[in-house]
């Protein structure tokens, strides 16, 4: 059963400091990995998608890597900003599945 | 991407109680559906997927009776919390399947549902 784990579950940093999220997963054998935004009591807004064969994508400040061997992917938000705060999950899907396997999330607070 | 709507955004009902959720894809036809829940502070975890002209298939844990599924078309499928607990309290969450290759899902802005 896949596993998906964020840390830190909590990041408080002041406004332009360079954030870096953490999500790592137990099977490497993936489909695809997303990240997603979620501000409270709020659905989930997709931010990028990797497909298992990229190791990473890039959309505007949002930079996100992707190491499928060592089952890890790091999401790089740079120049953060108050309107950064929010909850960011990474979620896994397996081949031939479109089942997502989510993480617990790390809640940022940009602090202005 | 996908544009995705949920109703009603939330509920109170009573213990015992049945409540009907409705998601919509609102600009392409959606033959997956998924529904997720989320109890506070912690992550979404899949319930069902939903099928359009087929029966759900729920995950493992999920009672089927309780949680009924409807896609009867591929614009809609609806969830029905039947004989709804004050543990059934949760914030639910639907997702379409994108077309495409990469099958990104996009998700719905969730129904808060309350049981009192």
């Known amino acids: 059963k896949q596993e998906v784990t964020q840390i830190p579950a909590a990041l408080s940093v002041p406004e332009g400091e360079n954030l870096v999220l953490n999500c790592s997963f137990t099977d490497s054998a993936i489909y695809n990995l997303q990240w997603f935004r979620q501000d409270p009591g709020k659905g989930l807004t997709s931010l990028l998608l990797i497909q298992s064969s990229q190791r990473e994508q890039t959309s505007g400040r949002l930079n996100a890597s992707l190491d499928k061997s060592s089952g890890r992917s790091t999401l790089y938000i740079a120049a953060s900003q108050p309107g950064d705060s929010a909850t960011y999950l990474c979620a896994v899907s397996p081949p031939n599945d479109y089942k997502l396997s989510f993480g617990a999330g790390t809640t940022v607070t940009v602090r202005a | 991407g996908a544009v995705v709507s949920q109703h009603p955004s939330w509920v109170i009902c009573k213990s015992g109680t049945s409540v009907k959720i409705e998601c919509r894809s609102l600009?392409?036809?959606?033959?997956?559906m998924f529904w997720y829940r989320q109890f506070p502070k912690q992550s979404l975890m899949l319930m069902a997927t939903s099928n359009e002209g087929s029966k759900a298939t729920y995950e493992q844990g999920v009672e089927k009776d309780k949680f009924l599924i409807n896609h009867a078309s591929l614009t809609l499928s609806t969830l029905t919390v039947t004989s709804a607990h004050p543990e059934d309290s949760s914030f639910y969450i639907c997702?379409?399947?994108?077309?495409?290759?990469?099958?990104?899902?996009?998700f719905g802005p969730g129904t808060r549902l309350t049981v009192t």
């Open positions: 997702s379409v399947l994108g077309i495409g290759g990469a099958d990104e899902q996009y």
């Open positions: 600009d392409f036809q959606a033959t997956t």
